[in-house]
């Protein structure tokens, strides 16, 4: 069975998680701070706050952008839920701008006109959630511009993209955004088993993901309530947090893994490059490159040309699985899921959103794709395609 994505451990993985196991710290220890630090650095962002998901990162940066009861928060039908959910966990609504035909991202024209709707019916959102398709960056230029005219904050929902880059620089430096969320789940470009990771240059917001990321508890004196001297200890509760925090086991596998962060994606490009020559003259639209665009492609997404092949999307995507290619459709329109369709979101609502659901396939693309394995995915997708009518 050939999976669309799976991590790749070498010994050094597993050595820099044993090293940890036998040392004072399973969590709380100096694993998170140099994993974060690394992140940090490589992205060129002041602040890292590693969590235990990005579903959690995603939460938090609703918080300390002050996401509430009353609030809306727009970001793509095209995502996983997560970057949806985490408006609800704070009690916002959530509302969902069309897609660019050729990116998949969360289109700018789409977004500009829905936002002078907004404006006249006074229900302007709070936060705007980018997401990184397929590890390809949004139009950060056009959304940050925006924010300035409206006054929406910014959260990228980068999980798709670490080791990417927008107009030559890394993803994650928040020169367009408030905060840029990572995930590290085994799919995505490096892995902690289970992680994710928020970055911000504003010094606030960083300690706000911190508190929330630990019960809302904290240790610097500065923040601290006015007590009497006799009833100020080492710590104070100051809001409701979670306990979302990385384990010092993970944060050593991320450590470990960030130093192959750039052959993974060199690795995923290269795959990526020999679909596009061999699906070049086959019905299918292979994934549209912006030129400010330099993708980690944790995602190679096909569009099925469907008036010029004898198979429907459902049929294709069968024939792929029963070939051992664990194809899969990313994604599912957010408004489409039960969860959200009992809001009254109805079928149609995006229409180019809708359209790419009706013909992607995720076909495999991750490190340690064979050539040879490739190779069978490639085969068995134009004998689908080049089907007879039967
Ligand atoms: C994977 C993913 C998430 C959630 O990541 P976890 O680390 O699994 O919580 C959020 N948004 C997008 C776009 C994702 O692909």
């Not at 793509?76 to 997560?82: E, L, Q, Y």
């Not at 911190?210 to 509760?237: C, K």
């Not at 450590?255 to 290269?270: G, H, I, N, P, T």
């Amino acid at each position: 069975m050939i999976p669309y994505g799976r991590q790749d451990i070498n010994q050094a993985d597993i050595e820099a998680v044993v090293e940890v196991l036998r040392s004072d710290f399973l969590t709380q220890g100096p694993a998170v701070p140099a994993f974060e630090e690394a992140v940090a650095n490589y992205c060129g962002a002041k602040h890292a706050v590693a969590v235990n998901s990005a579903t959690s990162a995603l939460h938090i940066a609703c918080l300390a952008l002050g996401v509430g009861k009353g609030d809306v928060v727009w970001t793509t039908p095209i995502t996983f839920v997560a970057s949806a959910n985490c408006a609800m966990y704070c009690g916002a609504t959530v509302d969902f701008v069309d897609i660019d035909p050729r990116t998949y991202n969360l289109s700018v024209d789409r977004l500009a006109k829905k936002l002078a709707q907004a404006e006249k019916m006074g229900d302007l959102p709070k936060v705007i959630i980018p997401v990184h398709l397929c590890g390809q960056s949004c139009d950060m230029t056009g959304i940050h511009a925006l924010s300035q005219q409206y006054g929406f904050r910014i959260i990228e929902d980068a999980s798709h993209a670490v080791g990417g880059r927008y107009q030559g620089d890394p993803i994650g430096t928040c020169q367009y955004s408030d905060i840029t969320v990572f995930s590290f789940h085994p799919v995505k470009i490096i892995t902690t088993g289970e992680g994710g990771m928020a970055l911000t240059n504003d010094t606030h917001l960083a300690r706000e993901l911190r508190l929330f990321r630990s019960h809302g508890i904290t240790s610097d004196a500065a923040v601290m309530h006015p007590r009497a001297p006799d009833e100020l200890w080492n710590y104070q509760q100051t809001d409701l947090g979670f306990n979302y925090r990385m384990t010092d086991i993970h944060a050593a596998l991320g450590l470990s893994q960030m130093q192959r962060l750039d052959d993974f994606v060199a690795k995923r490009r290269s795959i990526a490059k020999r679909y596009d020559e061999l699906l070049a003259d086959m019905p299918v639209v292979t994934p549209w490159q912006h030129l400010d665009s330099y993708s980690s492609f944790h995602l190679y997404v096909i569009r099925l040309k469907l008036g010029q092949i004898n198979m429907t999307h459902r049929q294709v995507y069968e024939t792929l699985r029963a070939d051992g290619i664990f194809v899969n459709l990313h994604y599912i329109p957010v408004y489409r899921q039960p969860y959200y369709e009992q809001m009254g979101f109805k079928v149609g609502y995006c229409a180019q959103a809708e359209q790419y659901y009706s013909e992607a396939i995720s076909i495999p693309i991750y490190p340690g794709l064979t050539e040879a394995q490739q190779s069978h995915v490639i085969d068995s997708l134009i004998s689908a395609l080049s089907s007879r009518p039967g």
